[in-house]
Nanobody
């Protein structure tokens, strides 16, 4: 069983930056693909990006964040990060990290992930 805890959510002004962290415990972190999703009330959870595990370390991003958001991972610290730059109000959401071993075609699908954190709120507003 893997436990995930997100942190780093905050209120930030448009154009600002924020880094979210996702720290895992209870499993072999390096084996898992780690993904970030976000959700706005009344809408479905949306894929943000993912980094493959098991040495693959390939990166995948939603078009809406490509070039602005960067995912990284530090397996020695059992932690993944989501660096968010050039934030705009449309990025306001509850951000979740998830871990699992999805096949490539399911990488962007929330049901492909086994473990989820509780979420951290990001609000972009002036």
């Amino acid at each position: 069983q893997v436990q995930l805890v997100e942190s780093g959510g905050a209120l930030v002004q448009p154009g600002g930056s924020l880094r979210l962290s996702c720290t895992a415990s209870g499993g072999t972190f390096r084996r898992y693909t780690v993904a970030w999703f976000r959700q706005v009330p009344g809408k479905e959870r949306e894929f943000v990006g993912a980094v493959r595990g098991s040495g693959g370390n390939t990166y995948h991003y939603a078009d809406s964040v490509k070039g602005r958001f960067t995912i990284s991972r530090d397996n020695a610290k059992n932690t993944a990060y989501l660096q968010m730059n050039s934030l705009n109000p449309e990025d306001t959401a509850l951000y979740y990290c998830a871990a699992g071993q999805p096949i490539l075609s399911s990488l962007r699908t929330e049901t492909a992930y086994w473990y989820w954190g509780q979420g951290t709120q990001v609000t972009v507003s002036s």
